[in-house]
Nanobody, 118 residues
Framework: QVQLVESGGGLVQAGGSLRLSCLVS????????MGWYRQAPGKQRELVAS???????NYADSVQGRFTISRDNANNTVYLQMHSLKPEDTAVYFC????????????WGQGTQVTVSS
């Protein structure tokens, strides 16, 4: 019932910027966390950033100062603004939602490819 759809990925040059969006459809509880994981071929999945419904954020050390996560609760959308992109940021980025209430369901988007050229 709950669906997450990412958009905004693409090919950019090193040093460039990109903004990812994740739109959530369906009803969700207000107490939740959303964020982004990324995974490159042959590497483990890495948590990039997260944000709770209350606005508390967390970032991976590798992106701190370059990426900003935000959310629009009225429109059920979470964003990842990426600046100063590096080739090592190349990965498939997955949006997720974790309910922090009741059954504590997890939901995932289909992923969007981010490729940073040198």
């Amino acid at each position: 019932q709950v669906q997450l759809v990412e958009s905004g990925g693409g090919l950019v040059q090193a040093g460039g910027s990109l903004r990812l969006s994740c739109l959530v459809s369906g009803s969700i509880f207000s107490d939740n966390a959303m964020g982004w994981y990324r995974q490159a071929p042959g590497k483990q999945r890495e948590l990039v950033a997260s944000i709770t419904s209350g606005g508390s954020t967390n970032y991976a050390d590798s992106v701190q100062g370059r990426f900003t996560i935000s959310r629009d609760n009225a429109n059920n959308t979470v964003y990842l603004q990426m600046h100063s992109l590096k080739p090592e940021d190349t990965a498939v980025y997955f949006c997720y939602l974790r309910v922090r209430y009741g059954l504590r369901e997890h939901y995932w988007g289909q992923g969007t490819q981010v490729t940073v050229s040198s």
